[in-house]
Nanobody, 130 residues
Framework: QSQLVESGGGLVQPGGSLNLSCAAS????????IGWFRRAPGKEREGVSC????????IYHESVKGRFTISRDKEKRMVHLQMTNLKHEETGVYYC???????????????????????WGQGTQVTVSS
């Protein structure tokens, strides 16, 4: 079974913080890189951050470096995205997705718009507003 379920979205004021979580099935968690993507109203989907299966690679969109932190919880099979100092323009639906390295080993996970990711969660709404 291949499943991803996001949680943790909500309403937060500008400058506030939120922690998103992605619960992954065993197969996806152990073998796939997990990425976070967002789709803001009227905009295309964009990659926010991703983490490789071994956690060697943690990649961030330039706009969130220093404010967002991605991590894996092996025991709970979850990937967390800690977001701080949130901005109004970061409002949108946040999705987690899984990317298969296809035997390449411990390689850097891609961001972009997520076109190479194989599995997606249903998304969680993040609203940054005063």
């Amino acid at each position: 079974q291949s499943q991803l379920v996001e949680s943790g979205g909500g309403l937060v004021q500008p400058g506030g913080s939120l922690n998103l979580s992605c619960a992954a099935s065993t197969r996806l968690f152990n073998n796939y890189a997990i990425g976070w993507f967002r789709r803001a109203p009227g905009k295309e989907r964009e990659g926010v951050s991703c983490i490789s299966p071994t956690t060697t690679w943690k990649i961030y969109h330039e706009s969130v470096k220093g404010r967002f932190t991605i991590s894996r919880d092996k025991e709970k099979r979850m990937v967390h995205l800690q977001m701080t100092n949130l901005k109004h323009e970061e409002t949108g639906v946040y999705y987690c997705a899984a990317w298969d390295p296809y035997g390449l080993g411990d390689v850097e996970c891609p961001l972009g718009w997520g076109g190479t990711y194989d599995y997606w969660g249903q998304g969680t709404q993040v609203t940054v507003s005063s």
